[in-house]
């Protein structure tokens, strides 16, 4: 059957990026021993390690969000996912990380970026367009 190969493809975590990732965790565990060769099948093995702890994660935060009768999972799901799971350990270090990835990219807003908006200008003969409700008179 063609489609359970295609879909089984499609779930796979990319392998340099886990082979990375692998490399650079034990590279620290023991920085004497810098080129360190793991074998096909042990990086097979954490790639499904991780896709399966992705599932299950992800199936227990939408659980969480559902309870709350939302439909849109955030954060604060996953964290909780994380505690539900027997995982608390990772809550501390996950929001220190996300505190440090919005702290970069604080300025930048998903969908909107200043390209889009001379775009528009652009569009409209450099009028801005009226907003929803809005008849542009003043």
């Known amino acids: 059957m063609e489609t359970g190969k295609v879909v089984a493809e499609a779930e796979e975590l990319p392998k340099a990026i886990v082979r990375r990732v692998v490399k650079d965790t034990l590279s620290r565990c023991s920085p004497e021993d810098s080129d360190i060769n793991i074998h096909k099948d042990a990086l097979l093995a954490f790639s499904e390690s991780a896709r399966i702890f992705i599932h299950y994660l992800t199936a227990t ?3 969480i969000c559902k309870e709350s009768k939302r439909q849109t999972m ?9 505690e539900d799971i027997e995982f608390p350990e990772f809550v501390g270090p996950l929001k220190v990380s996300l505190n440090e ?7 930048k807003k998903e969908g909107s970026s200043p390209n889009k908006e001379v775009q ?17 008179e003043k």
């Open 61 to 63: 935060a939408n659980d």
């Open 74 to 82: 955030n954060a604060g799901d996953v964290f909780k996912a994380l």
């Open 101 to 107: 990835f919005k702290r970069k990219n604080g300025g």
């Open 120 to 136: 528009k200008k652009r569009k409209t003969g450099g009028k801005s367009t009226p907003k929803k409700g809005d008849t542009g």
